[in-house]
């Protein structure tokens, strides 16, 4: 794909292609419209029915080089592609969604509503639309509505305006607030115009229909409006206030929850108005086009119980939209394929057959995530499986996602690990005064000594720092068998440096390691502060694995998972996560007994394995760990994974190397 042509699409591909019939460019496996998870041909479920396609930058550098005009190359190919896997309809961006390439609220298309992109008014978006229909791609419309830096800018009193926690009001410049009727009859004109501009447009989805949190929006208007609903004037003798509202969250009395309830019901009617405004405007002239609505999934189910985005999928669904789209990026939001699956069925049974239902899933994933999501979504209701993908789609994107696809359908469930691996991670740094004054060697051979009596090994990821000031100790540790990772040189921040800095603090915690004479396989960032640059830096210098990464087995899920380089250079490294809470967490943070944390971990590793994740990584610290309490937790952790049939106590370089195992069999094209 030409270099400039896109960052990325919001398309949706109709059943995915068996493998037998995964044509090249050029000869596309087609598939019937509106395709759910069944499969093409009569072939196994849960095929995916779309990608989608963020075009903000298509076609800033034209791949003719012409000043001007459709990159027609670039298009015909990006189009090409899509068809090549069986992609039934592509959802075109028309208006720019955040702010990286172009302020949030510009054009891509000729318009005098609003400021249109660079190179865009000469209608070469028209382009992409031909392109995809001449392959028998259904080209839709995808426009943020509410997200519009452009109209808050020229349009200050559109702006939502936040409640602050002091209960005063500050204005947003990239958010606009729906009870201000110009905003949504100006977004409703630009969607007009969007279908009148590009009529191949084969319908209209609006994303951004929402709120930036619960406090949003407060203007005037909406505060007037809430004071007549609630008659909160003639009960307190003044008029509502911001500061009110801000009460109202956290108040325990039936004036405060009331207050509270009818808050958020007057904001989600706002919404649902505005959808039904722009649909309206879309229709007078198309008429019979579709429009739908890309949404958080937070509210499926009782809207009440996450208003934030005031998206009540209840409301929603009696607007007249073609489909609700969830936008169920689980990975990002620290949640589980498990939680995909249970937010589709509350928003299922929350629009009662009203309105079709779909997910549209992060489209970065590796094919073992991927395949833990079709899993998952394989106990849900049937519903239309889409793509997003924040860079440009490329022919091996849409390459991993038909091998996680077509091997789903054909295999089923992924058969589980022989095994799991299970490590004893050891953060060996100054403690959380943070002190090296504090520290002491006998730290680290209380730990030694108890891993000696139970005869396993562990992973000691110290800092380059510490081991030069107490080489003996760490050098005692690897005499003793276990593995000695490093965890940055003096324990910083590293996602707050410059870049530079970054570099010279992990390649510093290396060279004091290796220093010592020892042999550094993995990493690990203080406080999980990695950066892409600093992870090309582990991968350049040869490095196995990262242990950047932390979540709860009881709520979420962060797989061990391949990082590619940042900067398009050769090489990967496996991401291998470390399960939380860890001792810091349960003892400071939680406040929980020694006793209690170790039941905490116990619950976790039993939750690991009963998951089918091939690696369970507990992190401590020398300076806590060793304490008697903590130290007795550590043992009865032990003595439970020992007991495990299914566990194994390793290095955590020797669990990366069986989380390879497992990832490669997926992985490998």
Known sequence: MAAGLLATFLVTAGR?????????AGQPARAA???????????????????VIRTAPLLDTPATGAPSGPARGSVDELA???????ADRAWVQVKQDENEEHPSGTLFFPSALAPVAPGYADGRLSGLVDALTARGVRPIGWMPVLHDARAAAAHPQWSSQRIT???????DPNWLCPFEPAVRAHQASIAAEAVRTLPGLRGLYLDFVRYDDDFSCASPAALAELDRRTGWRRTTGVPLSPADVRRAASASGATGRTLWRQWHQLRAEQISATVTEIRSAVQAVRPGLPVGAFVLPFSAGDYLRNTQSGQDLDALAGTGLAEIALM?????????????????RSATDQVAGRVPVSVVLDGDMGVRSTRLTLEALDGAPSAAVSWFLFDPWTEPDLSRLARAVVGHRREG???????????IRIDTEPDDTPSYAAVRPEMIDTLVDLFARKGVPATFLTVGRLAELQPDAVRRAAAAGHEIGSHSYDHEQIDSLPVPEQLVSVNRGLSSLRALGLSVHGFGAPRNSITPQARDALIAAGLEYDGSAAYDPLTSLIDVRYAERSDRGPGRIVVVPFVIPNDWDARVVEGL?????????IERLDAVVA???????LDVHQWSASRPDDLAALSRFIDHAQACRTCRIETLRDAAAHARSVLDRYETP
Do not use: K, N
């Open 80 to 86: 090409g592609l899509l068809a090549a896997r069986g």
């Open 165 to 171: 926690e002091t209960g005063t009001l500050e204005r």
């Open 328 to 344: 169920a990026y689980w990975d990002d939001w620290d949640q589980s394929p498990a939680w995909v699956a249970e937010r589709l």
């Open 611 to 617: 998951s089918g994740e091939p690696v369970f990584v």
């Open 413 to 423: 469930p992924m058969p589980r690990p022989d095994r799991v691996s299970v490590v």
């Open 593 to 601: 007994s020694a006793d209690e944390m170790a039941t905490a971990w």
């Open 16 to 24: 995915m292609a068996p493998a037998s019939s995964l044509a090249p």
């Open 33 to 51: 419209a509106g395709a759910d998870r069944t499969g093409a041909e009569g072939a196994g479920a849960d095929a995916p029915s779309g990608y």
